[in-house]
């Protein structure tokens, strides 16, 4: 590929069969790299992430539009993350040969093409955003649907950028936008307490005197028995993996609670990994440099 954006699609379904159509629909496209899947039950949640030029991207994204369509009630949903639509949000963030300016671009292309096919509203976030209380993404998802459905018509800062202000009947609304590499970053809790989790997340967020770049919320994973941080690290290098789990660690402990395990969802830029490795090998000289398969490239 000449110019490499990324988009990791955030869809509100952990129906196996569902993003088994997805994915086949999208590695049938030319010119895009499904570069990683997943999805989680407790979450009800899958995310999708796309490498590929701007023009194929959104052709595969709007192929998974149309799975939504035919096979995701939003009204039906039920799950432990925020959501407000069945695609809920569509981000894409420059690498190769690319600009934050023409990811703008791609977003609010997008936009028009997914309104104008689906009639679906269409928020745009992040560097996209054309009203600045658009530009934080949680502003959008707080409290869900079930809050945006009312809200939507009473709130002036939540009428949609492009669509009338109503929710579609099974598709709710949509987030679309730019951004920079985001770490998805979850750590699960050896408890069942959601109060813990929760407090844990609301310690470490910037509101509260936390981490500044750092948004987090508690999951309660029944399938697995335990609890959950689930972080979204906004700029790694202001805020690195290892020092979010160093905070949430300490933050457990006050709750006599100990870390089973982590996740990293979707990709993460290598010098995340680089960092993370060089603290706690406590080699602050470690560079990029020395990793082989940057000389490959």
Same mark, same amino acid.
């Given at each position: ?9 955030? *869809? ?20 895009? $790299? ?30 998974? %539009? ?20 069945? *695609? ?34 269409? %928020? ?25 459905? $009312? ?40 408890? $069942? ?44 290098? $202001?805020?690195?993996? %290892? ?55």
């Amino acid at each position: 590929m000449r110019q490499v954006i990324q988009s990791a699609v955030n *869809v509100s379904t952990s129906s196996e069969d569902v993003i088994r159509e997805m994915v086949s629909n999208i590695t049938c496209a030319e010119g895009i $790299k499904l570069a990683d899947y997943s999805f989680d039950v407790d979450h009800n949640r899958s995310v999708l992430t796309l490498l590929g030029e701007g023009k194929a991207l959104q052709e595969a994204i709007l192929k998974i %539009y149309e799975v939504a369509f035919y096979h995701i009630n939003i009204k039906e949903h039920h799950g432990e993350h925020p959501r407000i639509g069945a *695609v809920d949000v569509v981000p894409f963030t420059p690498w190769k040969d690319s600009t934050m300016q023409e990811c703008c671009f791609l977003a609010w292309e997008l936009g028009k093409k997914v309104f104008e096919r689906f009639e679906v509203p269409v %928020y745009f976030y992040g560097e996209a955003a054309r009203v600045p209380w658009h530009k934080d993404l949680s502003f959008l998802r707080r409290g869900g649907w079930e809050r945006l459905e $009312k809200a939507i018509k009473e709130d002036p800062r939540l009428l949609p950028d492009i669509g009338s202000p109503r929710l579609h009947p099974t598709m709710g609304a949509t987030v679309i936008g730019a951004r920079g590499p985001l770490v998805a970053f979850n750590v699960n809790l050896d408890c $069942k307490e959601i109060n813990v989790a929760r407090a844990i997340a609301s310690r470490i967020r910037k509101e509260m005197g936390g981490l500044g770049f750092v948004k987090a919320i508690g999951v309660n994973l029944r399938s697995r028995g335990m609890v959950q941080v689930s972080c979204n690290i906004l700029d790694y290098r $202001k805020n690195p993996i %290892y020092q979010v789990f160093e905070m949430i660690q300490l933050e457990a402990q006050k709750y006599g609670v100990s870390v089973k395990e982590t996740e990293i969802i979707g990709l993460v830029p290598l010098e995340a990994i680089v960092g993370t490795f060089s603290y706690y090998l406590k080699q602050p000289t470690f560079s990029m440099q020395q990793v082989l398969e940057n000389h490959l490239t």
